[in-house]
Structure formats: structure tokens, C-alpha cells
């Protein structure tokens, strides 16, 4: 029996960077939800495939978001 034990092929590109984003705004409340959960919890790099800098932009961006209450704190 050969079974292939293939790893599900995640998106390792950074999807900001595809879409060639300089900045994120905070008000861009449909993209920045794209980067949390079901719970309203921001998507870990290594799960969304963000690189770095754009991680930082979209922590710091849905944090303002969510002190703007524009983005919840947590999804019930
Ligand atoms: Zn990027």
C-alpha cells in the first residue's frame, strides 16, 4: 500500500505583499478581517503566510481597528 503522506500545501505567500499593500489601513475593516478567526483572533504568520512586516501592519491595524470598534475583541 503506498500512501502518500502528503502535507496539505498551505499559502506560504503573503497575500498583502501579492497584492502589493504599503499600508494597512485600520478602516479596511474586510481586509483585515480576512487576518482573524472565527473568534476574532488574528491569524498567526505561519498560518496565514504573512511575512513579517505585513503581520505587524495588520496587528497594529486591527488593534486601532478594534479600539475604534470597528473590528470586536472577541466573536462570540
Ligand atoms: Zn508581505
Known sequence: MAEQRRRKKKLRKCKLC??????VDYKDVRLLR??????????PK???GNCSKHQRMIKKAIKRARQMALLPYIEL
Open 46 to 48: 505561519r498560518v496565514s
Open 18 to 23: 501579492e497584492m502589493k499593500v504599503e499600508y
Open 34 to 43: 480576512e487576518f482573524l478567526n472565527e473568534k476574532a483572533k488574528i491569524i
